[in-house]
Structures are given as structure tokens and as C-alpha cells.
């Protein structure tokens, strides 16, 4: 078992590495290794072989799994849907939440951030596919939702996030990663802070590297195919 992890987590690993090195990528990229719906056991098999940073979609599972592994020196991102009586069981827990659509959610982390004494850093999330079922602002709102959120002193805005379209289509997803990062390059010009582009899952990971992804979420690649639970 924790073999057949180490053999998926090093073709990952060398796979990231090949294409950063094949497009000529100089930079990091932060890779976190999406956990949600495995039991604490492989996160500590996982843990073994040195992953670090984990990522969570629920709030519940991420408390109690945090929980469980409080010894261990994990980085936990925050990459699902926010609920916002949620966000007391992720904001003491997460290093970076990716998923931030709504200016009461920026109100209500900026709250506890405040309360636990730390700055919460963040990503708005970005739908750019037009897809419906897809959280995330649109383009043209994003300024303006960073400019509202200033207003907030202990909420970080370093990036954005986004999802590629549920489709084959290459090209059709190269065209949202290539977006996302044309969007993230025009804010970066007036908000330096905004560095960050967390795209790129399991199937489409390469494309983002290609596109300028410097955090991917990567889960069944590394753990295997997730069963039982809803996504
Ligand atoms: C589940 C999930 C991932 C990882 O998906 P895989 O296809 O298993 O790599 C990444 N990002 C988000 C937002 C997810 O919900």
C-alpha cells in the first residue's frame, strides 16, 4: 500500500519536474496533495515518504483530521466550498484557503484571523470556463472584489484559483489556465501581492505547468481513485 503511494507520488513528482525543466520554468511550484475522503492512515503514509502540504475540501473533516495529526508538521490548504458558519473549523487550521468567492466570506475569516491572532492567507477563486456549476467570481469582478477586500487587514489576497472545464478538450482547457494567468499578470501590476496561481488537478496538472500554474492541487494521481464518499 504505501508502496504503490511512493511509486504514484515520485511519477508525479517527476513528471512536474520534467515539464518545468521542458518549458523552461525556473520558479517553484508548490504542489499540494488533495486528501479529501482518505483516512488519516495514508496522510501519515504520505507523510512518511514527505509530503508535507495537504489539501481538504471540508471543513469538518479537515478539523478532525488536523486534529488527529497535530504532531506532525503538516501545511493544510483549504481548496472546497465555503460555508460560513464553516470557516471557524478553517481559519485556525489553514495556511492558505483557495477558495474564497464572497465578500462575507473575506469578513467573516477576517474576523477569526483576527481572533486567533494571524493573518489568513487566501486565493479568489476565478470561474472562467462559464461553466454554471462552477463556484468562483468572473473576470471583470475580481479588482474590484480585491480592492473591497483591503478593507480587511488580516486577510491576505496572494493569488487566484481556478478549475478547468469538465471536458477532453485540451485546447479547451489550456484556454482557462491561459486566461487565469493573463487575468493574475494584469492584477499583479496593481496589487504586487497577487503572485499566486493555484490551478491544475489530476488530469490536467501538465497543461497548468505549461500555463503558469504555481500551486497545483493534485489528488487521485497520488492517492488513488476516491470511492465511497461524494466528491
Ligand atoms: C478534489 C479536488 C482536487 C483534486 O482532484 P483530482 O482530480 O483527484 O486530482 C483539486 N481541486 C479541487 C478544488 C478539488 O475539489
Known amino acids: 500500500m504505501s508502496n504503490e503511494l511512493k511509486e504514484r507520488y515520485e511519477v508525479v513528482v517527476n513528471s512536474i519536474n520534467s515539464k518545468m525543466l521542458e518549458?523552461?520554468?525556473k520558479d517553484e511550484i508548490k504542489l499540494v496533495a488533495v486528501s479529501k475522503t482518505f483516512p488519516v492512515d495514508v496522510i501519515k503514509n504520505a507523510y512518511e515518504i514527505g509530503v508535507r502540504i495537504f489539501g481538504e475540501n471540508y471543513a469538518q473533516e479537515l478539523r478532525d483530521k488536523s486534529k488527529i495529526?497535530?504532531?506532525?508538521d503538516i501545511e493544510w490548504h483549504f481548496i472546497g466550498r465555503i460555508q460560513l458558519n464553516k470557516l471557524k473549523y478553517i481559519v485556525p487550521i489553514a495556511e492558505l484557503i483557495h477558495s474564497v468567492t464572497r465578500l462575507e466570506e473575506i469578513k467573516e475569516?477576517?474576523?477569526l484571523s483576527t481572533k486567533f491572532n494571524k493573518v489568513q492567507k487566501v486565493l479568489v477563486q476565478v470561474?472562467?470556463?462559464g461553466e454554471t456549476t462552477k463556484a468562483g467570481l468572473r473576470s471583470e469582478e475580481v479588482e474590484d472584489f480585491i480592492k473591497k477586500a483591503y478593507e480587511f487587514e488580516n486577510v491576505k489576497i496572494i493569488g487566484l484559483m481556478t478549475m478547468a472545464p469538465f471536458t477532453n478538450d485540451v485546447e479547451a482547457i489550456r484556454r482557462v489556465f491561459r486566461s487565469?494567468?493573463?487575468l493574475k499578470e494584469k492584477?499583479?501590476?496593481k496589487f504586487p501581492e497577487i503572485k499566486e496561481l493555484s490551478m491544475g488537478m489530476s488530469n490536467d496538472y501538465l497543461?497548468?505547468?505549461e500555463e503558469g500554474a504555481t500551486i497545483l492541487r493534485i489528488g487521485s494521481k497520488i492517492f488513488g481513485e476516491r470511492n465511497g464518499r461524494l466528491k
Open 69 to 72: 495529526l497535530k504532531d506532525y
Open 109 to 111: 475569516i477576517n474576523k
Open 187 to 189: 492584477l499583479l501590476k
Open 127 to 129: 470561474n472562467l470556463s
Open 180 to 182: 487565469a494567468k493573463f
Open 207 to 209: 497543461i497548468a505547468i
Open 23 to 25: 518549458v523552461g520554468r
